[in-house]
């Protein structure tokens, strides 16, 4: 169980992470040779609920807040106790960023670990403006950090948010990924995405990757990174 208790933050964040109930596993994200680890996605397990269930439930209750505070310290705890060296790669709410003073805790607490690790995953939900999409841009870039956006073709992430957040790194969703091997209108919009992208200076990731065929289409593409359980489950 991660564990909150020796952080210098204020009695009510704190409070409410200790109501928390949760651990982090890691999917890795590869380079296109298929082998090489280019960063480790840090994914939430709370104990007694699937993860979509704690955020439903602390959307409900404006307390989104608290998950992505925890999201942040717990994430970095578990991924340096696992003595992994690549890049880490956070899920966060578009609509959320940590306090000042909790993003100073933050890198007091893991310092000069962090320098050029860091990629900050701008999640597909919940609902966020325009407005929330620059803030979270300006937030990452002020802290140095990589910006990715995940699950694009789903959910509001899209053109409008690419241009919105100019990212480092953009997600295709598995959506746009399953089949490609043999669909030709799924091949001609994966090459026109990957082109534009690149042409902006963005690195892609194919998410969701099953099969061997869609992997292999995909590195002839010039897709930059894979993630999937073609190459590797969340462990």
């Known amino acids: 169980m ?32 298929g082998k090489t680890t280019y960063a480790w ?21 404006d307390k989104l807040h608290v998950l992505e505070v925890a999201t942040f310290f717990g994430a970095m705890q578990e991924f340096f106790e696992r003595g992994y060296t690549q890049k880490i790669s956070i ?47 300006r937030s990452v870039r002020m ?23 100019s990212p480092d790194i953009v997600k295709l969703d598995r959506g746009l990924i399953s089949g490609i091997d043999h669909d030709s209108e799924k091949q001609d919009n994966v090459e026109s995405l990957v082109s534009h992208f690149h042409s902006k200076g963005m690195l892609v990731v194919a998410e969701g990757v099953e099969e061997k065929a869609e992997f292999d289409y995909l590195v002839g593409l010039g897709v930059d990174l894979y993630q999937g359980f073609y190459l590797a489950r969340p462990a």
């Open 41 to 61: 996605e840090a994914l939430m397990r709370p104990n007694g609920m699937t993860v979509t269930e704690l955020i439903d439930d602390y959307s409900k209750k």
């Open 143 to 165: 802290m140095n950090n990589m910006l990715s956006v995940d699950d694009f073709g789903s959910g509001i992430n899209d053109l409008e948010t690419v241009e919105l957040m």
């Open 91 to 137: 899920n966060s709410f578009s609509s959320d960023c940590m306090s000042m003073e909790e993003s100073e805790v933050f890198y007091a607490t893991f310092g000069e670990d962090l320098r050029d690790r860091l990629i900050v995953e701008n999640l597909e939900y919940p609902y966020s403006s325009a407005e929330d999409c620059q803030e979270k841009s």
């Open 2 to 33: 991660i564990n909150f208790d020796h952080l210098p933050l204020g009695k009510d964040i704190l409070d409410a992470l200790k109501e928390l109930s949760i651990n982090y596993v890691f999917q890795p994200i590869f380079q296109a040779d």
